[in-house]
């Protein structure tokens, strides 16, 4: 199984270290090689353009990718989407100057839209039988509406900063993205890429997860269970040489602060909290 990866960008690194934590460690990448093997002999690895991976998996050349869901839009390929990555969060919109009258989509009929993102800008416009001139760019989108390239943009934005430092205003959301592992509807079943599921699976049910170990007297251990929230019941064992048992379970990240002050007030002592690399259900 061969799957596409970015190979630079701001979705290259995070890939890479979610691929490593799902037990796909990558053997012999050097930097700039576009291909590489990993740990399981089944499966390599090809690094390409974010905007060329759903291409690469359409045509067979990769069995899965992994890209942004603004890429696979773009693409107009008939691809499945597997699994929800929930990194690269960013939203594409429609932005115009922040001083000037466009304030609805509809007043761009006739009007210029610069994008990197010509086929979704397309069906966006044409689903609302508005009819625009899409002016393709490869960067940089932001600066054609003060340079009289366009009137407006469709754009990535997420923290906002390059729409506001360039006086754009949001006019409308045209897609929520974020990366996606995805391949062709015909080969989504096969045993490899389930395997390959299951594993990036459990690295995303692990991220908000925490480990929490402590000591208890057999005389709190009743209150400390009822305490913990946890998967089921919590783990617990004998500690040798001592009266104490130790606790193990597994809790939402965002109920630790609470969890632990609980623990705490019913005696539970020498309280551990770790992250989970995986997480198999
Ligand atoms: N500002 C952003 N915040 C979050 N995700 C983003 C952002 N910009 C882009 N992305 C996501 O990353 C994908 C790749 O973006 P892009 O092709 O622009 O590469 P890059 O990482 O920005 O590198 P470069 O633009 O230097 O080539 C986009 O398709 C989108 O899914
Ligand atoms: O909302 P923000 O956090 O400001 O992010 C949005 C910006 O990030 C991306 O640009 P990138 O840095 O990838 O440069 P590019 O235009 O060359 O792709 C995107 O094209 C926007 O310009
Ligand atoms: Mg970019």
Redesign the pocket.
């Known amino acids: 199984m061969r799957i596409a990866v970015p190979n630079k960008g ?1 979705l290259h690194e995070p890939t890479v270290a979610l691929l490593e934590r799902a037990g796909l460690h990558i053997e012999n990448g050097a930097d700039r090689k576009l291909y590489a093997d990993t740990v399981d002999p089944d499966v390599s690895i090809l690094f390409a353009r974010a905007a060329d991976i759903p291409e690469y998996v359409d045509d067979g050349a990769a069995e899965v990718g992994i890209t942004g869901l603004d890429q696979v839009h773009e693409s107009e390929s008939e691809l499945s989407e597997l699994l929800d990555l929930e990194y690269g969060r ?1 939203r594409l919109v429609l932005a115009a100057p922040e001083d000037g009258d466009i304030t609805d989509p509809q007043q761009l009929e006739g009007k210029k839209v610069a994008t ?1 993102f010509p086929n979704i800008a397309e069906q966006y416009f044409t689903a609302q039988n508005i009819d625009t001139e899409i002016i393709e760019v490869t ?4 600066l054609t509406p003060h340079v009289e390239m366009a009137d407006a943009i469709i ?9 506001t430092v360039n006086r754009l205003g949001v006019i409308d959301e045209v897609l929520s993205s974020s990366v996606r592992l995805f391949a062709r509807e015909e080969t989504a079943g096969n045993e490899k890429i389930q395997q390959l599921v299951t594993a990036l699976e459990s690295v995303l049910a692990a991220d908000d997860k925490r480990y929490l170990m402590m000591n208890v007297a057999h005389e709190n251990l009743e209150a400390v269970q009822d305490v913990i929230p946890g998967l089921g019941g919590p783990t617990v064992m004998d500690v040798a040489g001592s009266e104490d048992v130790a606790v193990h379970a597994v809790v939402d990240q965002q109920q630790v602060f609470e969890v632990i002050n609980d623990l705490k007030s019913v005696g539970a002592t020498g309280i551990l909290v770790t992250e989970i690399e995986r997480l198999v259900e």
């Open positions: 701001r960013c990197e960067g940089a989108t932001e754009d990535i934005t997420s923290t906002g900063t390059t729409l």
